[in-house]
């Protein structure tokens, strides 16, 4: 897609509360077009298959971006909405590591001859649950089935949670590969730890970044959330003053989605201590104050880098990509994902593991990839895929460009959103030109709402309905 010289994503970005009171709704996080609600099950191993031996007819131009799974956790976080496994029990990791290898086994057979691999992540659960001998047979067996690019080309991240690791077994984690890290952190007041069952001592948290800095890490990485109970602007407040004197190169920010009807450890939150609307936005709003102060880029969503951070630099040159880890800067790249619940993007198809240990076990004894369900895209799906991504990531979007790549008249296509833009358009959200979609500044922080415009799943013309109960909000 070409790229706008001028283009906005270096303008600072403008907080509008009332505006966000008024668009604010519940709508998808778009790491993928079409989103995971709309997978079915009639897409199974053998659709995989096909586009795995699509990829490999097309020449398999593109690298691979690795994703492993580790859902086990030591405790529960009330407000984790992540698939995980929470069990003191060690051997149900040595049970899962002996299934997940066999999977690695049948998807480096099927990627044999092209298995170069340029990105990999480690998400959980807790990925550092596993022990620094069987995190290193594991990383073993990925070497035997795929070739990695060198440290200094390729980005190799995995998520640790400062309660479970020393400063020596991260050292152990940048020996063993690993070049960029994430931290959870959430919060660092010891009121919302105790209300969310995350007691996280500062100095642990202080001294994994030491640690990380001293190994030679590439990146650091914090997360965040806000809207969480007892939160107030003055404890964020505090929070932020600590985040910026650690100096992460990455902090991402989240909106807290309360969904207890989906997710069971957030029945334990006591709803009534949870901070209102309003509050919420003015936290929100300090984040953007104290972190662009601070001299960090916004990147889009949730996301903050500094400026020479490689998402920053990605995002000023038009390549920033964003996919099932958050933004990437591997636009190009195959996604393939190992482990219960993962999610894959091979050849123009989303697939997904099984989501429990049991039927996960079940597949692979029976010789097959644990896929449960997915989609294949057609020609319209790839089209607002790359419409939504491109808003997502660089704020804007040239028509001409667009009309190149696809057999389209832009405005007759998508001639029922450009209608609904231009309520947008009227709100200051963005600019409608002959060439250019463009994001304003005040428009960045509701690009979800912007982005649902041209998502036809949500708008009415699929057979499947809406779902956004089980989305958090826009903001």
């Not at 807790?126 to 073993?140: E, K, V």
């Not at 601070?294 to 390549?319: E, K, V």
Request: hydrophobic letters at 40%; charged letters at 25%.
């Amino acid at each position: 897609m070409t790229f706008h010289a001028a283009q906005s994503a270096i303008a600072p970005i403008q907080f509008d509360a009332p505006l966000i009171h008024k668009l604010s709704q519940q709508g998808p996080r778009y790491t993928s077009y079409p989103t995971a609600d709309r997978f079915t099950e009639d897409f199974r191993s053998g659709d995989y298959l096909q586009a795995v031996s699509g990829v490999r007819a097309m020449g398999a131009r593109n690298p691979l971006s690795l994703y492993v799974h580790i859902p086990f956790c030591d405790t529960v976080c009330y407000y984790c909405a992540c698939n995980k496994i929470v069990t003191k029990n060690r051997g149900k990791a040595d049970t899962y590591l002996a299934y997940l290898k066999r999977e690695i086994d049948m998807q480096g057979r099927l990627f044999a001859g092209m298995n170069r691999v340029e990105q990999m992540h480690f998400g959980g659960g807790t990925p550092t649950y596993l022990s620094d001998a069987q995190l290193g047979d594991l990383l073993a067996h990925l070497r035997r089935w795929f070739s990695f690019a060198a440290d200094g080309d390729g980005e190799y991240s995995i998520e640790i949670d400062p309660r479970t690791v020393t400063a020596a077994r991260i050292h152990s984690l940048r020996a063993q590969g690993f070049n960029r890290i994430s931290l959870g952190v959430q919060d660092f007041d010891a009121d919302v730890q105790k209300a969310v069952n995350r007691i996280q001592p500062e100095e642990k948290t202080l001294e994994a970044i030491r640690a990380a800095r001293d190994a030679g890490f590439r990146s650091v990485s914090i997360d965040l959330i806000y809207g969480l109970p007892k939160q107030s602007v003055v404890t964020m407040e505090q929070t932020l003053a600590k985040v910026i004197a650690a100096d992460p190169d990455r902090i991402s920010i989240y909106n807290y989605a309360h969904l207890p009807h989906l997710f069971k450890p957030q029945r334990r939150i006591d709803e009534a201590e949870l901070p209102s609307a309003e509050t919420r936005i003015d936290m929100l709003s300090l984040c953007i104050e104290r972190l662009t102060g601070a001299g960090y880029a916004y990147i889009g969503m949730d996301h903050f880098a500094r400026p020479g951070d490689d998402l920053a630099i990605a995002q000023r040159q038009g390549r920033l990509h964003r996919n099932f880890q958050g933004y990437s800067t591997h636009a190009e790249a195959e996604m393939v994902s190992c482990g219960v619940s993962a999610i894959s993007s091979v050849g123009g198809t989303y697939s997904q593991n099984e989501k429990t240990l049991d039927a996960y076990y079940e597949c692979i004894e029976q010789g097959r990839l644990p896929i449960t369900r997915g989609i294949r895209l057609d020609m319209d799906d790839l089209l607002r895929r790359i419409v939504i991504q491109t808003l997502m990531c660089n704020f804007e979007l040239s028509i001409a460009s667009l009309e190149l790549a696809y057999p389209i008249a832009f405005t007759a296509y998508f001639a029922e959103e450009m209608d609904k833009l231009r309520s947008f358009e009227s709100d200051g959200l963005l600019q409608i030109g002959d060439e250019w979609l463009t994001i304003t500044p005040k428009g960045r922080l509701l690009i979800r709402n912007i982005c649902m415009v041209f998502d036809r799943y949500l708008n009415g013309r699929q057979e499947m309905k809406p779902q956004r109960l089980r989305y958090s909000k826009t903001i």
